[in-house]
């Protein structure tokens, strides 16, 4: 469910339900981390601007059907999955990026596009891009569109275990993000 033009009662409580869900795991497990409402965005590069958070700490997720199943990628807003690099790792020539009306239903306490890099909580393996493990902290939605979750990035590893691996290449950034660091990349 997208959230768009006017928001009415049942959005308020459906996002409302969203968020709490993600928080109250995040408290069960002493998390510390900081939740942050914006505007609407769509894009993990509008959410990253948005939020006034670096596109190389913002964490968005892909969803990729890998040999039918459907696995999380997460990686920097700044990037995107170099699907050749991704097959390689994996040892898998049937990978394709998913659509949303396949995996909407996944995540079905989420708005379409909005899922936190969370597997773990939808019973999906989690692969992680390996230039995102150079963060202190990372940025992620919260299952909406106007709200993200600032937390490090050790705690984040730590409760979902993810699989570390390189599968992304850089996407031109915003000229003179000082946190952007071109030359590690290439």
């Known amino acids: 469910m997208a959230v768009t033009g006017k928001i009415n009662s049942n959005t308020l409580k459906f996002i409302a339900m969203t968020v709490q869900k993600l928080k109250s795991f995040l408290d069960e497990n002493n998390i510390k981390y900081v939740s942050v409402k914006h505007s609407n965005a769509y894009t993990a590069q509008e959410v990253a601007a948005t ?25 920097p807003a700044s990037y995107r999955v170099d699907f050749g690099q991704l097959k390689a790792n994996l ?8 659509s949303e009306d396949e995996f909407k239903n996944s995540f079905p306490d989420c708005e379409v596009g909005a899922m936190p890099p969370f597997g773990n909580l939808y019973n999906m393996e989690v692969f992680v891009a390996e ?3 150079h963060n202190k902290e990372i940025a992620f939605n919260a299952g909406t569109h106007t709200e993200l979750i600032r937390m490090s990035f050790y705690d ?9 691996l390189r599968f992304s290449k850089k996407e031109v950034s915003m000229p003179g993000d000082p946190s952007e660091r071109w030359l590690e990349d290439y």
């Open 51 to 75: 939020a006034h958070v670096s596109g190389k700490e913002f964490a968005k997720t892909v969803i990729i059907n890998r040999d039918g199943k459907q696995v999380m990628c997460v990686l």
């Open 131 to 133: 230039v995102l493990t």
């Open 91 to 98: 040892g898998s020539d049937n990978i394709e990026l998913a």
């Open 156 to 164: 984040f590893e730590r409760l979902v275990n993810p699989i570390v």
